[in-house]
Structures are given as C-alpha cells and as structure tokens.
C-alpha cells in the first residue's frame, strides 16, 4: 500500500507528459525514487525532462494523492500500475504507456480478448451515425469488445449500438475517472461502468485540458487490435488516432465514403495508404477468427492493489535504445512532437528551445528519416 501511495503522488502530479513520467518510473525503478530525487537528480535521470516538469515533481504533498486513493477505494475504482503483472501487455508495450491506469467496472482480459476501436468524428453526418450503429452492432454480435472515447458523435454511437447488442464495450476517458464529458453522455457513462468499464489516466478529481483527449487516443488504440475508423476529415483528432494505431502495429480499418464527401475524405485517404475497407463486421472479425472463441469468457472486477506485483520478466520498449544515437537537441524536438501533422511554431513552442535550435534539428532528423515534412512548415514524427 506504501509503494501505491507513491504512484497516485506521480498520478496527480499535473504538468508533467505521461511518457516522462513513464519513463523516470522505468529509469529509477519506481515512483519512490522520483518523490524523493532532487531536481537535479531528475534532470540526469531523464535527458527529455524539461525544467517546468522537474518543478512540477518538487511538489511532495501526498494530499491529492490520499483524496484520491480514498475516493477509489469508497468506490471500488481499480488502480493498476505499469509495474503490475495484471497490466495489460498490449498496453505496456506502446511507446508511452500509462504509469497508472484507473478502471471503474470490469476490465475484460485484454490481452486474450479481440477489443477493437470504432472512432469517428463528432460532426458525424446520418452516413457516419448510420455505419457507426451498424459497426458497434455487428461487432458486439460478433463477439468483439468495442472500445471508444465517449465522444459525441460516432464513438458515442458505436458504443451505444454494441451495449444494446448485448455486447460489452471499454470506455476510454480523456477526462478523470470520475467526470461524465460531455455532460449529455451521463447514461452512457454509467451503463458502460456497469457492463463494461470505464478507464482513464487521470485520477479521480483531476483537472481536465484540450490536450488530455488527443493524448487519451494512444491508449484507446493500446488497448486494441485494430481500429476501424467511420468518419474523418483529412485534419482531425480520428485521424491522429489511426495515426496512433499505425504508430503501435495495429490493423486499421475505414469506412469508404463518397469522393467529394469532405467528412469522409480522411477515411478515403486511409484507404488509399493500405488500410483495409470496413463495409460491415463480418469483414473485420474475418481477420481476427482464430480468436474469437476467447470472447466470452467473463470479465474480472480490478481490486485496488495493496501492493504492487513486479514481474521478474517484464519487457518495455525502450525509446532510449532507438535514440541514443542522437544529439540532446534532436531527441528534445522529437519527444515534443506529440501528434502528427504539427506545425513548426508549436514545436518550438513544445521544445522550449530556440527557433534555430528547433529548425536545424528539424532538418537532421528528416535527412536520418526520423521526421517527415508535409506542407506549409508542418512535421511528422516517423518513430
């Protein structure tokens, strides 16, 4: 229980990225070691840690930590973290997993279970709402779990269909564990808490920033083999969500729309790059039919854990293998090109280096095939 204590600290710890606090976890062999590391010692720990974050972690008030851990305890909230052996491997092993992960309702076996995302745009058109009913439908009779963000729109919708079709459906949060967004989604939330499960990276009580529901996507498509994509313009949050899913190994499915339909036109281009048409759901679970047989088996509630479990044998992805070879600087603009498609100003921004260091770093990293330039100054992180 002690060691738990610390990493609902590291959990309410705002300002900091989910992949520093990932990898200082990974580094210095837990939480404990960073409630207790100076500043200093922080900083030589994790060459990606920025100032700002490091002050952030000088904050040792277990206040919000204890709140939290008592509000999950009241209400059964399960905390598991990266160091559990109960953590999802298909998780774990993204590039930036979360160091703790709440669940409110039951988590199927992820790792022995065929869970798929359907995500889609909120300005879904009647096409969108249509396919996203018939794909969370025939998903769910097919035995899948669908996974999805509550948004409104076709993700709201995918789930709705796959819970009336007697089927189970994970909820992926990009607000804390226990706030309802948007508010109108109240029912949806808490039928899914009830025959699924609702998870989130932010602890009970957390505030909630714009930038928490594109940084929640890396986990939806974390917990799935596949993605099927319903609607997306070219320039949208669906869109860097199958990017995240390319990014992880996973399948990626769209569904064809018409030519000229600019809802559908960054489904069309997914199709046009390898991704597999999804006309219904016979056609996805086709490619996951040796596994369908583990579908039903019954989820299992998440105990709040007393104490952590470490396996012996636990294998992370290593960044830090992968770039090594580079300079500080170009590690620095890579670690802060958090979503495709970014434009150079907020990479600066992001970095927090100079426009000078920023742009030559740029250009290294696209003549070693680290980064790709797209129109008007916008970059692409290709690791």
């Given at each position: 229980m002690a060691r738990l204590r610390y990493w609902m600290w590291l959990s309410c710890v705002t300002g900091v990225r989910p992949l520093i606090k990932y990898r200082l976890a990974r580094t210095m062999g837990g939480p404990e070691r960073i409630f207790f590391a100076k500043r200093e010692e922080l900083l030589a720990a994790e060459p990606l840690l920025q100032t700002a974050e490091a002050e952030k972690l000088e904050d040792k008030s277990m206040e919000r930590a204890d709140k939290a851990l008592r509000f999950c305890e009241e209400r059964g909230i399960g905390v598991l973290t990266?160091?559990?052996?109960?953590?999802?491997?298909?998780?774990?092993?993204?590039?930036?997993?979360?160091?703790?992960?709440?669940?409110?309702?039951?988590?199927?076996?992820?790792?022995?279970?065929?869970?798929?995302?359907?995500?889609?745009?909120?300005?879904?058109?009647?096409?969108?709402?249509?396919?996203?009913?018939?794909?969370?439908?025939?998903?769910?009779q097919?035995?899948?779990?669908?996974?999805?963000?509550?948004?409104?729109?076709?993700?709201?919708?995918?789930?709705?269909?796959?819970?009336?079709?007697?089927?189970?459906?994970?909820?992926?949060?990009?607000?804390?564990?226990?706030?309802?967004?948007?508010?109108?989604?109240?029912?949806?939330?808490?039928?899914?808490?009830?025959?699924?499960?609702l998870v989130s990276e932010y602890p009970p009580g957390a505030r909630t920033f714009p930038a928490d529901f594109k940084t929640r996507n890396r986990i939806i498509t974390g917990l799935s083999l596949g993605v099927v994509v319903v609607e997306a313009p070219l320039h949208s949050g669906t869109r860097s969500t199958a990017d995240h899913a390319l990014e992880q190994g996973?399948?990626?499915?769209?569904?064809?729309?018409?030519?000229?339909?600019?809802?559908?036109?960054?489904?069309?281009?997914?199709?046009?790059?390898?991704?597999?048409?999804a006309v219904n759901g016979e056609t996805i679970l086709r490619a996951y039919s040796g596994r369908t047989d583990l579908l039903r088996q019954e989820p299992a509630e998440i105990p709040i854990k007393k104490e952590i479990d470490k396996p012996k044998d636990i294998v992370y992805i290593d960044l830090t293998e992968k770039l090594e070879s580079l300079p500080p600087v170009q590690r620095q603009v890579l670690t802060a090109m958090t979503r495709p498609d970014m434009h150079a100003d907020e990479i600066i921004e992001a970095s927090g280096l100079t426009a000078q260091e920023t742009l030559a770093a740029l250009t290294m990293l696209q003549v070693t095939g680290y980064v790709a330039q797209g129109t008007g100054k916008r970059y692409t992180r290709k690791l």
């Open positions: 990266v160091q559990d052996a109960v953590y999802p491997e298909r998780l774990r092993h993204i590039p930036d997993p979360p160091a703790v992960l709440y669940v409110w309702g039951k988590l199927p076996a992820v790792d022995e279970t065929v869970m798929l995302a359907v995500v889609g745009t909120r300005k879904a058109t009647p096409y969108g709402i249509k396919m996203a009913d018939k794909l969370g439908r025939e998903l769910a097919g035995g899948a779990v669908v996974v999805s963000g509550l948004a409104e729109g076709c993700d709201s919708t995918a789930m709705e269909a796959a819970l009336r079709a007697g089927g189970s459906a994970v909820g992926v949060l990009g607000t804390a564990i226990d706030q309802v967004y948007p508010a109108k989604n109240r029912r949806l939330f808490e039928e899914t808490r009830a025959r699924g499960a996973r399948d990626v499915f769209a569904v064809p729309g018409n030519a000229d339909a600019a809802a559908s036109a960054g489904c069309n281009e997914l199709i046009a790059q390898g991704a597999a048409p």
